[in-house]
C-alpha cells in the first residue's frame, strides 16, 4: 500500500502553511499563532505585489534618541531670546555675537536667508569661506548645487525657502565645530526653526543632522527616513559639498528629496535630477 502522505510532502505543506500565516500577519490580520520561521526553499504562495504607497514614509525614530534639551533649558542661557517673535528681532538679539571663541575670527556673521514663511527649512552646518566672505549660507560651489536642487529639482526659488546653518560663525581651517561653540549658537538656530515654523526641515549633511538630532549616528543610517525636530518632519540628507567629492550619490539625494515634495505636495516630474 502506498503512502500519499510521505514525510517530504508533510513537510512541504506545513512550510507553505506557516508562510501563509506569517504573510497575513504582516498584511495585519491579528489572533495568529506565533509565527515559526521555516526554510526559504518552502514553497511559497504567490499574492499579487502589494501597490507602492505614494503617501510619504511615517517619521521614524532616530537609532539613538536623546532628547533635544527643553527650549525652556536652551533659552535660559539667553534670557530674552524667547521673546524674538521674528527674524529680524532675533538677528538683532544676536547682535555682535561675542559669544563664543569664533566671534573674533569672522569676517561676518552668517544668519540666514529667505522666506520668514518657508515651508520648507535647510539647515547645514555652518559657513565656509565664500559664507564668510558674504554673510550668506550656502554660497561657492557647494551653494550652487543646494540652488540647483531647490530650483531645478524642487522648482522652487531660493526665496521660497528658509536656509541656515548651525553654527553663525566659520569654524577656522573648515574645521568641525566643537561641542562648546554648538552649544553657544544652536540656540539661535531653534529659535529660527520656532519663528519659521516650516513644515519641514532638510538636514544637510553629518554634522548639521547630528547636532539636531542629538546622535552619533552617520548620515548614510539616517538619511532616506523621517525624523522629527520639535514636533516638524526632518528629512536628513548628503550636504552638497559630499556631492561635488561624490556625485555618484547625487541619486540618493534626488530620492530624500522626492520624498520632501511629496510632503510638501510638489509634483515630481517623471525624469528629472537636480
Ligand atoms: S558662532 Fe554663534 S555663538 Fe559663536 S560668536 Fe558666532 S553667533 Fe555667537
Given at each position: ?64 534618541p536623546r ?77 550652487q548645487l ?26 577656522p581651517e ?101
Open positions: 500500500m502506498s503512502n500519499s502522505g510521505s514525510v517530504p510532502d508533510r513537510n512541504a505543506l506545513t512550510a507553505t502553511l506557516r508562510d501563509y500565516v506569517e504573510q497575513l500577519r504582516e498584511e495585519g490580520l491579528e489572533g495568529l499563532p506565533a509565527g515559526v520561521r521555516v526554510a526559504r526553499e518552502a514553497p511559497h504562495i504567490e499574492t499579487p505585489p502589494t501597490p507602492r504607497a505614494e503617501a510619504p514614509a511615517p517619521i521614524s525614530s532616530s537609532p539613538e532628547p533635544a534639551p527643553a527650549a525652556a533649558e536652551m533659552f535660559s542661557k539667553y534670557p530674552g531670546l524667547e521673546k524674538t517673535s521674528t527674524l529680524e528681532e532675533l538677528r538683532a538679539f544676536i547682535g555682535d555675537c561675542q559669544r563664543c571663541k569664533l566671534a573674533p575670527l569672522r569676517k561676518n556673521l552668517v544668519f540666514g536667508v529667505g522666506n520668514p514663511n518657508a515651508e520648507l527649512m535647510f539647515i547645514g552646518e555652518g559657513p565656509g569661506a565664500d559664507e564668510d566672505l558674504k554673510g550668506e549660507p550656502f554660497v561657492g560651489r557647494a551653494g543646494l540652488t540647483d536642487i531647490i530650483e531645478r529639482g524642487m522648482a522652487l526659488t531660493r526665496s521660497d525657502v528658509y536656509i541656515c546653518n548651525v553654527i553663525k560663525c566659520r569654524p573648515n574645521r568641525n565645530p566643537e561641542a562648546d561653540e554648538v552649544a553657544a549658537c544652536e540656540p539661535f538656530m531653534l529659535r529660527q526653526i520656532e519663528i519659521v515654523k516650516p513644515k519641514v526641515i532638510v538636514g544637510l549633511g553629518t554634522f548639521a543632522v547630528q547636532a539636531v538630532l542629538k546622535v552619533k549616528t552617520p548620515i548614510s543610517k539616517l538619511r532616506g527616513r523621517w525624523h522629527e525636530v520639535r514636533g516638524i518632519r526632518m528629512m536628513p540628507t548628503f550636504h552638497p559639498a559630499y556631492l561635488l567629492r561624490n556625485p555618484g550619490d547625487k541619486r540618493l539625494v534626488w530620492a530624500d528629496v522626492q520624498e520632501v515634495m511629496k510632503v510638501l505636495g510638489i509634483p515630481i516630474p517623471r525624469r528629472s535630477g537636480a
